[in-house]
């Protein structure tokens, strides 16, 4: 069994990935994966890991039938011995809460997973003056990192993506160009909204608004603009992951109905005491 299909285990009985889509790339690529524990049965089957991307904060899977032996207290000790100090908690689940607790984690950042189900069809956009809303074309490709690394730049993750990780997604059997909306002014990309379907469930997988064209409903039209092709997909449920302190995104999605649903949650160590030193000058 791979690390992959332990993951696929592990979702499958708690309704949640324990990996971020990151991670499952990095994995199926073999680049920028690290797997840093690894605990398998006498015959090699793999019970637990403990993988990250980069620098990324650490995931822990253990295997369903495995649980509650101690694996997993046991690959979280050994990894904040070895310097480790974040943990992402998929789901934020009762156990892992639990786990998080006796090891004396402090919960640092809160990434809600909101949910739309339709009652019938969204609301048209409202464009804003001078803006055009077109489907993507492969010439948009360098525009749409250009524009996704401003309007990211302070997001651990998403900020990242470069045409690489770009390329690598539109690579997914979920990837339709007719889904990806931009979002134009005077000849120039301000802003983009890819959608994804996946499992017959819809999602805003990323809305990114030049920081240059924020605040004047830019961010809404596109989002709507995205339910609308869902919809229109006959989709029932839509999806999205967004920041727990990001008011005006959650404001946009709130007013467009969407709701709490899921949170991951992500875990920190408070880092060692530094020894006090004095200075003779």
Not at 28 to 42: F, I, K
Request: hydrophobic content about 45%; overall charge negative; aromatic content about 6%.
């Amino acid at each position: 069994m791979s690390l992959l299909e332990l993951a696929d285990r592990a979702a499958a009985a708690d309704g949640v990935d324990p990996f971020n889509e990151a991670t499952r790339f990095a994995l199926r690529d073999r680049a920028r994966a690290r797997v840093l524990v690894q605990q398998s049965t006498r015959d090699g089957a793999i019970v637990a890991a403990a993988c990250a991307t980069g620098d990324a904060p650490v995931e822990i899977v253990v295997d369903p039938e495995h649980r509650r032996a101690g694996i997993g207290r046991r690959i979280l000790d050994e990894l904040l011995a070895d310097g480790e100090q974040q943990f992402w908690a998929h789901g934020d689940l009762p156990a892992a809460q639990a786990l998080a607790a006796a090891a004396g984690l402090s919960p640092a950042r809160t990434l809600l997973v909101l949910r739309l189900t339709f009652d019938g069809a969204p609301e048209a956009e409202r464009v804003p003056a001078g803006v055009t809303l077109r489907t993507y074309t492969p010439e948009d490709a360098d525009a749409i990192v250009a524009v996704n690394a401003r309007a990211f730049a302070h997001h651990p993750e998403q900020g990242a993506m470069d045409r690489t990780d770009l390329d690598r997604r539109m690579t997914s059997d979920w990837f339709d160009p007719e889904g990806l909306f931009v979002a134009e002014r005077e000849g120039r990309v301000i802003g983009f909204h890819w959608t994804k379907v996946e499992d017959g469930i819809g999602e805003v997988y990323v809305v990114g608004i030049d920081p240059d064209a924020q605040g004047g409903g830019l961010g809404t039209a596109l989002t709507a603009r995205g339910l609308r092709h869902l919809f229109e997909l006959g989709l029932p449920i839509v999806d999205l992951y967004v920041e727990g302190d990001n008011a005006p995104a959650l404001t946009v999605y709130r007013n467009l109905g969407f709701q709490d649903w899921k949170r991951d949650t992500l875990y920190t160590a408070a880092p060692a005491a530094t020894p006090a030193h004095t200075h003779d000058r």
